[in-house]
């Protein structure tokens, strides 16, 4: 907008300084012109001043002015002429004789010949009384004898510079006005051209200017009322100062979102840890009393030749309901196996042979990207379940006909795996309690395939990210080698 | 008729030399005893060479004189001049027809003045006043006025505060409109004529005296001239009347034709010029 405004100001402005300058420049086209053709008629006129023929020194000043050039053709045309034009007062020529008196003028009824010029008032008394004062045979402009007329007055001259008289042009400055009019269009045309030209480019380098300020500040104002996780900002990207800004802003959003990520999985650690300090204390809890029952039940089987068969069944259905609560508390209950063989190439392949029935039932693809050729110090059962639960997730997770892919990395620190799948991603409230026991909702598995595979990893000192998106979602898992144990 | 003299061209022309060759042509002086626009002397021109199977060319000049002495060397051999010249030096010349206007072959001078002066009525009004005559040699825009002054007893040389000639009657009655003369004398054919084709300028003055009538300016023929292409030139514009492009070129004239004029017809121009050029 501010744009707009200096760019009319700026074309007010000049179209103000060219018309004055249009303006002077006519007055003085005017008068050179004037003067031009004051000149020619001088000599024009000086046979017939010399000759004393009356009627060629009219023809002659009235050759510049109107009168003949329509009217004449006319005539010889055989065509209806204009009336002959007396001249006209804006632009009147006379010429006076060494006496100063008239010789003949353009109107002839203002100016009958004969008459003493500076008896026809203080203007013409003032103008005689200058050509009479000038010894100068040049000629010469007075534009302050008439107030709003400018007189040039040219000496007529003999071959031998005798005077023979003075030709006086006098114009109204009213004939500035066409002219003025004339250059008044074209400036104004011109100004409005180039503004055409120029608001548009102005609005487009204003538009340039403020765009990437606005969305800028747009974006801004939604830190803090949305989640930086939310904040999409297609931001300008350039090397000037608002570039700089978007730059910066865009890196704060980038901390703002590693820290609210940085909060959110604390939150879910700290939670995931609560859970699992609880469950532990109740698996024991139950796991004592279900220990002591199962062995009381055992030790009824051992025990009793004769027993009541209605009784034998009770036991057995009351077996069975605890044997279940054992696997479930088991299950919910990680616990280290301590003992257990350095991971090997062998075990990988197990992996992959496992999850393979799985695969050909739904019609997947399994990519299997393993740069794993030795041994790898880390305990082999966990990895294995880790790896195995994941892939069944990721087979469970698949569309019929996707492709799950198994990335398998190893270095002297970090053993690394990464398993994804193109299904159906995972929203962000599930995300939340991804790991969580019995946080799932799907109808397969008993819930605790993540909560366990977790725990695993909690275990091994390692961490397990994931990813989603709509088309992809990652497992990342990175346990770190156990030490002194790398091969 | 056309075809005869293209042929008689070709048998002369490698026995000629060029300046017979140029001369072949007739040449025909004229002054503005009448409205003469290019576009018509083009058809005229037309027309009469077809009548005399010569090519024409007609020969225009700023005053009467520099015509009449055209006639005077035997540069022209025709010339439609005002009856003055042709009486000043009938000896060197002869009518050879007289236009007819208006039925007779006769016209008059007007004195105008501006049609904005209510006051001037007579010539004595425009005493110590501003002017203009068409050409020294004009009968009606020069002898006619200066023979009225001089009969009234004026000195037609004091007469006025300054007269100046305007060169052909046209420029008379516009240096009268515009006010550049006060008064000026004027062919009344001319004036009748213009008043017909450009009545806007004749409306802005006022005829205030018409003369007795005098000889139509005549078309004569330089002494010597061949008497056959005289006689064919006279039968060319004496039959321009019995022709329809004749008549129509008549027409732009406002005259009737051409005819014989009788001896006396100029009698009363001779009176005029021994009158004022004895004065």
């Given at each position: 907008m501010s744009a707009v405004l200096v760019i009319l100001l700026t074309a007010l402005i000049l179209s103000s300084v060219l018309l004055v300058r249009a303006y002077q420049d006519s007055r003085d086209d005017l008068i050179s012109n004037a003067l031009d053709l004051g000149t020619v008629l001088s000599q024009t006129l000086r046979p017939a001043m010399k000759r004393d023929e009356v009627w060629m020194a009219y023809e002659t000043i009235m050759s510049p002015l109107e009168r003949d050039a329509g009217w004449q053709y006319a005539v010889e045309q055989g065509e209806q002429p204009a009336i002959p034009v007396e001249g006209k007062p804006e632009r009147e020529i006379y010429v006076l004789d060494t006496r100063s008196r008239v010789y003949v003028a353009s109107r002839p009824r203002e100016y009958p010949m004969?008459?003493?010029?500076?008896?026809?008032g203080a203007e013409h008394a003032e103008l005689v009384r200058r050509i009479e004062a000038r010894d100068d045979r040049r000629p010469v402009v007075f534009d302050d004898v008439w107030p709003g007329r400018y007189v040039m007055v040219v000496p007529i001259l003999?071959?031998?510079?005798?005077?023979?008289g003075t030709l006086v042009l006098s114009y109204s400055s009213a004939l500035l006005v066409p002219r003025f009019l004339n250059a008044l269009e074209q400036v104004i045309l011109g100004t409005l051209l180039v503004l055409v030209i120029l608001l548009p480019l102005g609005w487009y380098w204003g538009k340039r200017l403020t765009d990437p300020l606005a969305h800028l500040s747009a974006c801004m104002g939604r830190v803090g009322t949305e989640v930086p996780s939310d904040i999409q900002c297609d931001l300008y990207d350039g090397r000037d100062e608002i570039g700089q800004v978007s730059y910066r802003f865009r890196r704060m959003l980038d901390e703002l979102r590693e820290k609210e990520e940085l909060e959110r999985s604390m939150v879910a650690s700290e939670r995931l840890a609560a859970v699992g300090r609880l469950t532990a204390g109740i698996a024991h809890e139950i796991n004592n009393p279900l220990g002591g029952m199962l062995n009381a039940i055992s030790t009824y089987k051992r025990h009793g030749d004769e027993r009541d068969p209605v009784a034998d069944r009770t036991i057995s259905l009351l077996e069975r309901g605890l044997v279940q609560i054992k696997g479930t508390v088991g299950a919910l209950l990680v616990?280290?196996?301590?003992e257990s063989h350095a991971l090997t190439p062998d075990d990988l392949q197990d992996i992959r042979t496992l999850v393979q029935p799985d695969i050909q039932r739904k019609g997947l693809r399994l990519v299997w990207d393993n740069a794993i050729d030795a041994p790898v110090a880390l305990p082999s059962s966990q990895v294995r379940q880790v790896l195995l639960n994941l892939l069944l997730n990721a087979v469970q997770a698949s569309d019929e006909g996707g492709e799950v892919l198994c990335w398998l990395r190893a270095d002297n620190r970090f053993f690394h795996a990464a398993i994804s799948n193109g299904g159906k991603h995972i929203s962000r409230g599930r995300m939340a309690h991804l790991?969580?026991?019995?946080?799932?909702?799907?109808?397969?598995?008993?819930?605790l395939g993540l909560w366990v595979t977790y725990q695993l990893i909690q275990q091994l000192d390692g961490q397990i990210e994931v990813t989603s998106n709509e088309s992809v979602t990652i497992f990342e898992v990175t346990l770190p080698l156990s030490e002194g144990e790398s091969s | 008729m056309k075809r005869r003299n293209f042929l008689g061209l070709v048998f002369l022309a490698p026995g000629i030399s060029g300046a017979a060759t140029a001369r072949s042509s007739v040449r025909i002086g004229l002054t503005p005893v009448f409205l003469n626009d290019q576009t018509f002397l083009n058809r005229w021109q037309g027309y009469l060479e077809e009548r005399l199977g010569r090519s024409v060319e007609f020969v225009q000049r700023g005053n009467y004189r520099e015509i009449t002495e055209l006639v005077l060397n035997g540069r022209v051999d025709f010339a439609w001049l005002c009856g003055y010249p042709y009486v000043r030096y009938r000896e060197h010349m002869d009518v050879l027809t007289v236009p007819i206007y208006q039925g007779e072959p006769l016209y008059r001078s007007y004195l105008i003045v501006g049609a904005d002066d209510a006051r001037t009525e007579t010539l004595e009004d425009l005493e110590g006043r501003l002017f203009a005559f068409s050409d020294p040699l004009s009968n009606s825009g020069w002898l006619v006025p200066q023979a009225r002054l001089l009969a009234a007893g004026h000195d037609p040389e004091g007469f006025f505060a300054r007269t100046f000639f305007a060169g052909a009657h046209r420029n008379v009655i516009e240096a009268v409109a515009v006010g550049l003369a006060n008064g000026g004398a004027v062919d009344g054919y001319v004036y009748d004529a213009l008043a017909r084709l450009h009545p806007e300028l004749t409306e802005r003055t006022r005829i205030i005296w018409r003369s007795e009538t005098y000889g139509f300016p005549p078309v004569v023929a330089r002494n010597g001239v061949d008497p056959e292409l005289r006689g064919r030139f006279r039968d060319a514009l004496q039959g321009m009347q019995g022709s329809g492009q004749g008549r129509a070129l008549l027409e732009q004239f406002y005259l009737d034709g051409f005819g014989d004029p009788d001896a006396e017809l100029y009698t009363g121009i001779e009176r005029l010029m021994r009158h004022v050029e004895r004065g």
């Open positions: 004969l008459d003493e010029l500076a008896r026809r003999a071959e031998d510079s005798a005077p023979l616990e280290a196996r301590l790991f969580e026991p019995f946080a799932t909702s799907s109808g397969e598995g008993h819930g | -």
